[in-house]
C-alpha cells in the first residue's frame, strides 16, 4: 500500500499561536486529501475535504477561519489551527486518495495536539 | 440517532478465541463497508472492505454485511495478542472510497495471553 506521512506527530503550543501540520504522500499523487480529528476514545470526525489546487470543502460545524487548508500539490496538503485554544487539543489524522491508482484512502499516523 | 452504531467496548478475551465485532447502520446509502484497525496514538489501518452483502475472508479476517439488516461484523479467527487495539467499522455512501467515510465508534479490543 501506499505510505502517508504527518509532521509535526506532536505538537504542543501555547493558547493563542498557530499551528501547522502537514500531510504528505510519499509515493503517490492525492488528488484528494482528507482532515479527521479524532478526540479520546472517540471515533474519526470528518473536518474538510480537499482537492488540489481548489478550496477545501469543510463539514457543518468546522469552522474554515479557525482550520486553514492549503491542498497546493499532488502529495503536499497543510492544517493550520489558528489562534489555538485548549478546546482545540486532539488527534488530528489526515487521508489521501489517488483516484486512477488505489480504491482506498490511506491514512496517516496522526498528530497530537496539545494546547496550553 | 447516530448513522453507525459500535458497542465501544472494552472487549477482553483470551487467545486464540474468535472474536466477534459488530455495527449497526441507518442509512441506506451506505454501500461501501470497511473495517479498520487502530492501535493507540497511531493512524487507522485499513483491514478489509466490501461493498456487497455476504462474507468476505482474509486470513484469520471474515467481513460479513447484510444490507437487508443494516448490519455488518467482523470475526477474528485464532486471536493473538498483536490483534488487540481498536476497530472501527466504518462506511461510505455509493461506491467510491473518494469520498466522506463515516466511522463507528470503535471497539476496544484486549486479547488476553
Known amino acids: 500500500g501506499a505510505v502517508v506521512s504527518q509532521h509535526p506527530s506532536r505538537v504542543i503550543c501555547k493558547s493563542g499561536t498557530s499551528v501547522k501540520i502537514e500531510c504528505r504522500s510519499l509515493?503517490?499523487?492525492?488528488?484528494?486529501m482528507f482532515w479527521y480529528r479524532q478526540f479520546p476514545k472517540k471515533s474519526l470526525m470528518l473536518m474538510a475535504t480537499?482537492?488540489?489546487?481548489?478550496?477545501?470543502?469543510?463539514e457543518q460545524g468546522v469552522e474554515k477561519d479557525k482550520f486553514l487548508i492549503n491542498h497546493a500539490s499532488l502529495t503536499l496538503s497543510t492544517l493550520t489551527v489558528t489562534s489555538a485554544h485548549p478546546e482545540d487539543s486532539s488527534f488530528y489524522i489526515c487521508?489521501?486518495?489517488?483516484?486512477?491508482?488505489?480504491?482506498?484512502?490511506?491514512f496517516g499516523p496522526g498528530t497530537r495536539l496539545t494546547v496550553l | 440517532q447516530k448513522e453507525v452504531e459500535q458497542d465501544p467496548g472494552p472487549l477482553s478475551v483470551p487467545e486464540g478465541a474468535i472474536v466477534s465485532l459488530n455495527c449497526t447502520y441507518s442509512?441506506?446509502?451506505?454501500?461501501?463497508f470497511m473495517w479498520y484497525r487502530q492501535y493507540s496514538r497511531k493512524g487507522p489501518e485499513l483491514l478489509m472492505y466490501?461493498?456487497?452483502?455476504g462474507n468476505k475472508e482474509d486470513g484469520r479476517f471474515t467481513a460479513q454485511v447484510d444490507k437487508s439488516s443494516k448490519y455488518i461484523s467482523l470475526f477474528i479467527r485464532d486471536s493473538q495478542p498483536s490483534d488487540s487495539a481498536t476497530y472501527l467499522c466504518a462506511m461510505i455512501p455509493g461506491y467510491s472510497s473518494a469520498s466522506k467515510i463515516i466511522f463507528g465508534s470503535g471497539t476496544r479490543l484486549s486479547i488476553r495471553p
Open positions: 480537499s482537492n488540489e489546487g481548489s478550496k477545501a470543502t469543510y
Open positions: 442509512n441506506s446509502a451506505f454501500q461501501y
Open positions: 487521508s489521501a486518495h489517488a483516484r486512477d491508482r488505489y480504491n482506498e484512502q490511506f
Open positions: 466490501t461493498y456487497s452483502s
Open positions: 509515493d503517490f499523487q492525492a488528488t484528494t
